[in-house]
């Protein structure tokens, strides 16, 4: 069964701090990836989600970016925080072509 | 976009009662799952249900795609069932819509 890790699990940052987050996926080959946010109290928020290495697709425009340098590592990035940017952001995958999706632990962000 | 409602949005049950949650969507969709959040943030995929009937344990699920709508029945509850119930839907998995969820608290 597959296993999916997420660091750091709580960041508190700056605004105009930098920022990465990532997400490692064990016990699976080739998976999909997603990257959700969610608010507090609110439901999860689609942000990136990739195919393949160095296949990002973007579902929400703003100052965050995400990568996938290797095949089950997924990063998510930005040059300069928001205070919007706070909430709880969790890394998800599929894989063998089933839609079932399964979801890591989550890091917590506040930017103050 | 794919719009997603779920009701309620709160339920407060005593344990060992039985509780159905709702999911309503505004299109026909290809992929429909219930979450289950724990207090401490894990989701867990409940079920993966686009259509028909599913049952896990004490949970089951039904969705009617030509009516948009999913049902989560929770029977014989527990504390640990506690927690916030999400459904999510989509064209397929790039593109899943999450409702703002059904938060649960179950009583000793």
């Known amino acids: 069964s597959q296993t999916i890790h997420q660091w750091p699990a709580t960041l508190v940052q700056p605004v105009g701090s930098p920022l990465s987050l990532e997400c490692t996926v064990e016990?699976?080959?080739?998976?999909?990836l997603y990257w959700y946010r969610q608010a507090a109290g609110r439901g999860l928020q689609l942000l990136f989600y990739s195919v393949g290495i160095g296949q990002i697709s973007s579902e929400v425009p703003q100052n965050l970016s995400a990568s996938r340098p290797q095949d089950r590592q997924f990063i998510l990035s930005s040059k300069k925080l928001l205070l919007s940017d706070s909430g709880f952001y969790l890394c998800?995958?599929?894989?063998?072509?089933?839609?079932?999706?399964?979801f890591g632990p989550g890091t917590r962000l506040l930017v103050l | 976009g794919i719009q997603v409602e779920q009701s309620p949005p709160d339920l407060i049950l005593q344990e060992g009662a039985n509780s159905t949650l709702r999911c309503n969507f505004s299109d026909s969709v290809n992929n429909l799952q219930w979450f289950h959040q724990n207090p401490w943030g894990q989701l867990i995929n409940l079920f993966y249900i686009p259509s028909g009937t599913k049952q896990n344990g004490r949970l089951s699920a039904t969705t009617v795609a030509t009516e948009r709508y999913s049902l989560l029945y929770i029977s014989s509850s527990q504390t640990t069932d506690s927690g916030v119930y999400f459904c999510a839907a989509g064209y397929n998995n790039n593109d899943m819509r999450f409702g703002a969820g059904t938060r649960l608290t179950v009583k000793p």
């Open positions: 016990g699976t080959s080739n998976p999909n």
């Open positions: 998800a995958t599929t894989s063998g072509g089933a839609s079932t999706q399964y």
